[in-house]
């Protein structure tokens, strides 16, 4: 009986550490709808149903390892507005945390229940209409059932193909006397790619593609600027990290893209805890799935890198 309770205040504990996790994510400190300051729950979600969106409270309901999981698989509210407001007109004003109740109800339910800013393609009918729920039968559509004859993608060491276009970047850091000899380096995991060294050069344009396999448990893409030196190590002159997640589950949700016209299917969206410059949309070109990232360097005094993604999905 005893390591019967022990196991389970083991859960607990661990289970009041993932939950703190998910709330220290910036943005997680903001509601995801009114951009109410550190939100514990909402009253207006609740009062709405389950059957629009269910709320669990931070500090006093009991999260199952279900809603953990859901939680930390859909990244937090940047990300899951990214996907339920990827196509928010532009002069629309959400609701304000001082907003009516009327206004906030209203948004909610334009948001989740009837799904207006989805593509149309994305909205479902359903009971429970969650972020889960949209994820589950349209954003991660790829996962075949393990008692299918075709084999499931989540068996397989790899789910699909990135091409990364190092375009240019500008106002790169000084690292010799007058200038730098600037170089990328791109890290997916255990793969490495470089691009060609520019010599003196601070605004270097190399139009050079890159090519990664990406595993099915795929990490952030690790970006380096180095300055060759020829009688010292090379100088680091910035990184940054870019999201795959975003990029990867739009695709996923939409499936074959050369069965589609051009559109937006999605966006990354700028916030204290990333280096875009800019949110960056995710669109069908040509039949293709494609992504322009503006990143500003990080831990350096300056510098800014263009990329251009594009994600092949690995055949059935």
Known sequence: MSN????????????????????????????????????????????????????????????????????????????????YEAFLPKDYRKPRSNSSYDDRSKFIRSKYETQEFLKPSLRIVSSKMSFSSVES???????????????????????????????????????????????????????KAQTTVKQSNLNPVWNEELKFSVPEN??????????QDVFSADDIMGEAEIDLQPLITAAMAFGDPELLGNMQIGKWLQTNDNALIDDSTINIIDGKVKQEVFLKLQNVES??????????????
């Not at 510098?303 to 059935?316: A, F, K, V």
Request: charged residues 30%.
């Open 4 to 83: 019967v309770y022990y196991r389970t205040e083991r859960s607990a504990s661990v289970q009041k550490r993932k939950v703190k996790e998910l709330m220290l994510k910036s943005d997680n400190r903001i509601c995801a709808d009114c951009g109410a300051p550190d939100p514990k729950w909402a009253d207006v979600h609740r009062s709405l149903g389950e059957d629009i969106s269910k709320v669990l409270s931070v500090t006093l309901d009991e999260w199952s390892e279900g809603d953990i999981d859901s939680m930390f698989e859909v990244g937090g509210n940047s990300y899951a507005n990214s996907i």
């Open 303 to 316: 510098g800014e890198i263009e990329l251009e993604l594009e994600w092949t999905p690995l055949d059935e």
């Open 218 to 227: 795929y990490v952030a893409l690790k970006l380096q600027v180095y300055d």
């Open 137 to 191: 039968k349209n954003s991660l559509n790829y996962r075949i059932d393990s008692n299918s004859s075709t084999k499931s993608v989540e068996s397989r060491q790899f789910i699909g193909d990135l091409k990364v276009k190092v375009v240019r970047g500008s106002n790169l850091a000084v690292r010799d006397m007058f200038s730098s000899d600037p170089y990328v380096i791109l890290t997916l995991g255990e793969q």
